[in-house]
């Protein structure tokens, strides 16, 4: 809250926001005595408050500078990702030079996350890359296609974001995550803490629900809160797969397509097209997609009166599903809360009744693969 707070001749600002708490940069020559001891010394003040300052110095001695504020006119440079700020506490990012004078020293400033209550918790710069880490209760914040978590299934939970920086001064966004347990009456997760080398983050903080895996030391919180520690490699997971194809009936060739990831806690959506319109049909799930029965797959089914028409995928569960008036079928199905099935391999494809297609009656859709995931 000083207003007096020791700068150089090189501030980007020279005092603080008043009465409010106020954000300081300074870099202090342990070496040197006390009068020449502050090397650079600034301000990064808005109208309001800063808090949970974090920082991280790459080899160039740029500082990278993550906060969280309820400020409203922090200094931004005119290429900043978000230029304006939310009304909670937001995330706002800056990158310092201190060779440099003045505003000249504010090399790149943005808002991060400017939606719902957001507490920032660690910043870490890697390989060209910045890395933060931060707490939100925004299920909706952007997230990357190839994300662990595309959306929130928690309700305070992690948020992992990476900016490319080494085309400073306009960084782009690479990699961005939810990070959450399943959603439970009064579920949490507040990280704290995160290590990172440009391909795989270290995460740390308290949960009530965190993701788990097979190995885990500890598999449930013993409190309300605790302890958990998470290791996440940045590379895409996997998503669908279509595979197969299917047979043409009265009104084409029916077409399975996936509406979400295969997620704990969530539900599996599978749509299909291209069906005989007010009909019946039935998704059948199965994991081994080389045999049934004995049986080696895919099998023709023209032996049974629906030439052309091939089983795809073994069907140890079917679900039944009405087709409506535009020949379109969906079917939600619940994925369970248990980490075993995680890395489960899926296996769907439809069939459906078309009495004019051929002699069974039948035809069925192309195959698609998933892997259970979080």
Known sequence: ????????????QSSGGGSNQSAVVVRIDTEADAADALLYGTYISGNLTESKVRHDTDSSGIVHLMLQSNSTDLPLTANALIASSGTNDDIYYAQIDAAQNGSAGLLYASWILTVGSDLAADIVHADGKVAMFMHTTNWGQVATADAFMTSSIGSGHGYFIELDVSSSPDPFVTYASHYAGCDKPGSQLRPSAMAYDGSEIILGGGASFAPVTLNAFQAEANSNISGFVGRLELSPWPTFSSFGSGCAGTAGTPQLVADSLARLCLTLDLE???????????????FDPTQYLGIPL?????????????????????????????????ISISVPDNPSVIGLEIYAQWALLDPAANPLGVVVSNGIKTELRW
């Open 1 to 12: 809250r000083s207003t007096d707070f020791p700068v150089t001749a090189a501030a980007i």
């Open 272 to 286: 299909i097209s291209g069906n005989l319109p007010s009909g019946v049909g039935a998704i059948l799930l199965g």
């Open 298 to 330: 895919p099998a023709s089914l023209a032996g049974i009166g629906a030439a052309g028409c091939e089983m795809l995928v073994p069907p140890k569960r079917v679900f039944a599903a009405a087709v409506d008036a535009a020949g379109i079928a969906s």
